[in-house]
């Protein structure tokens, strides 16, 4: 359908704007045709507002021959071709109006058809050019919306690849860890290698559940760091200590697992290098705008350089520039034989209301 005739508003302005050109046409009339302006009126007014419908036909025109492909002497010739063929109809319909306007009046039809003709013609000419040019603009208009919705869908489809590549990045990278410290166990201690296998186990039935929703609550997440902590606890012992002290609102959201790589660097390039372990201290505050996340762990000033991938903490910023763009950051220092990473992101909150209050210490890690 034509977008004019979709909607009634459109359909109205589009007639009151064919009124005004009526106007102007029967301020022509009146001169060479020698009539009075009422009679002018009479007749321009109808045949103003009937041609308004044949220049409807210029948008199917402009569609079926677009400016892109099709070359210049085509188009051309197609406008003046159209232009001239809807002026004939519409010199044809006043030629018929102007028969019924003037039976049993003292008008003669042919003397005032003879005398507007050429101003009829010349003028349905213009008219019908005018809506083609109008189509044209309206349609090159459309175009650029729908490049400029598929470049839009485009780029949040990479935006969702790019999310799916780095959450998919995160359980490789800690089974990868987790099996070689299941290997060394097994010859030193065998219980607790089978323990951790279980541990492991039901890390990733949870990591699985929590993975393929796009945001989840921040206790279900530290519900989850602390499962992996457990694991790690099995073969650190008591060298691994623990404090989650998390005082937020409860409906706040983050993406998912998006600690677990800041409390595995905790552990791995942490607590692993300090001969007497450590304390992890997990901390939040929120405010009505911002979350703000903190993870702190002791450091060996004479460690080794890391060994690993180093796909943690750049994983974190990739996961949270493409999730928040500029709105969330991650600084990370050293000081005084603690390292700590700060994540700031923007406070999102589920429909549950509510707030809690999470204090955790080693000994009270869900078992």
């Known amino acids: 359908m034509h977008p004019i005739l979709a909607r009634g508003t459109r359909l109205a302005l589009y007639l ?4 005004i050109i009526g106007l102007l046409l029967a301020a022509l009339l009146a001169g060479p045709g020698g009539l009075a302006a009422s009679q002018a009126l009479a007749i321009a007014l109808p045949i103003a507002l009937a041609y308004a419908f044949f220049c409807l036909s210029a948008w199917y025109v402009a569609r079926s021959t677009p400016i892109g492909p099709t070359g210049p002497v085509r ?22 109006w102007l028969e019924v306007f003037t039976r049993g009046s003292d ?32 349609a090159a208009f459309e175009l650029s919306r729908q490049a400029e919705r598929r470049g839009l869908e485009a780029q949040v489809h ?24 299941i290997s060394a166990l097994t010859t030193a201690d065998p219980p607790a290698a089978r323990r951790m296998c279980v541990l492991l186990g039901d890390f990733f039935r949870d990591s699985l559940a929590l993975g393929s929703e796009d945001r989840i609550t921040l206790g279900r997440e530290l519900q989850l760091a602390e499962r992996f902590l457990e694991i790690e606890q099995v073969r650190f012992g008591e060298r691994l200590r623990v404090s989650v002290e998390v005082p937020v609102d409860g409906s706040v959201l983050i993406p998912p697992l998006l600690l ?34 903190v993870v702190e762990n002791p450091c060996d000033l004479d460690r080794p350089r890391r060994t690993g991938t180093g796909v943690g903490l750049s994983n974190v910023r990739a996961r949270l520039r493409a999730v928040y763009g500029d709105d969330a950051r991650v600084t990370s220092k050293e000081a005084d034989g603690i390292w700590r990473v700060e994540l700031t992101l923007p406070a999102e909150r589920s429909q549950v209301a509510g707030r809690q209050e999470i204090r955790r210490t080693n000994a009270e890690l869900p078992s």
């Open 16 to 19: 009151a704007v064919w009124t």
């Open 75 to 96: 188009l051309a010739a197609t406008a003046l071709t159209s232009s001239v063929i809807s002026s004939a109809v519409w010199l044809a319909v006043a030629r018929g």
């Open 107 to 138: 008008l003669a039809s042919g003397r005032v058809f003879l005398a507007v003709r050429p101003l009829i013609f010349g003028f349905g000419v213009l008219l019908y050019l005018l809506s083609l040019a109008i189509s044209y603009v309206v």
């Open 158 to 181: 990479a935006r969702e690849a790019e999310l799916r590549s780095l959450r998919a990045q995160i359980d490789p990278h800690f089974l990868f860890n987790s099996l070689h410290s």
């Open 260 to 293: 677990q790589p800041l409390v595995e660097n905790a552990v791995t390039h942490g607590v692993a290098h300090v001969l007497d372990g450590g304390l992890i201290a997990i901390r939040s505050s929120v405010t009505d705008a911002a979350l703000r996340i």
